[in-house]
């Protein structure tokens, strides 16, 4: 497990599936109130272009939270920064694996840089960016 700075290295990775299903558009839906109709209706979507509806892009920025909060760098650490590129539309019912890997550690400063990644296998990359998380407390 891991507890502080001291137990992270560069190309350390973790990573999770997640199938987009119509339960989390609707948890989504009533935690944030985004109800745009590019995410609610095929033929909104279909009239900008797309196969049909598409998923939040921050729903899927928010699976991203469990890598970092709790697996990699884990507990005792807090996101600083996250930057990330919608690449491509997910649609429901798609599965997305989630993978975070670390970049570089800096022991002074107790942060941790980790490239993010969401990928398919119906249309490859989804989604990329970069976390900046710091450790917290006394033994980190």
């Not at 745009?36 to 892009?57: N, Q, T, W």
């Not at 909060?69 to 590129?85: F, R």
């Not at 491509?88 to 400063?109: L, N």
């Not at 490859?124 to 960016?129: K, L």
């Amino acid at each position: 497990m891991i507890k502080g700075i001291k137990d992270v290295v560069p190309g350390m990775s973790a990573n999770r599936a997640v199938t987009i299903t119509e339960g989390l558009i609707s948890q989504f839906v009533q935690l944030t109130g985004d109800t745009a109709p590019v995410h609610m209706s095929d033929d909104h979507a279909k009239a900008l272009g797309f196969e049909g509806r598409i998923v939040h892009g921050l729903l899927i920025g928010s699976m991203y939270s469990e890598l970092l909060g709790c697996q990699l760098p884990g507990p005792n650490s807090v996101i600083l920064k996250l930057s990330l590129d919608m690449v491509k539309p997910v649609r429901i019912g798609q599965t997305i694996t989630f993978s975070v890997v670390v970049k570089c550690v800096s022991e002074g400063a107790k942060s941790v840089t980790l490239d993010l990644a969401g990928a398919s296998p119906v249309n490859g990359q989804v989604s990329r960016g970069t976390a900046v998380c710091v450790f917290r407390g006394q033994d980190s």
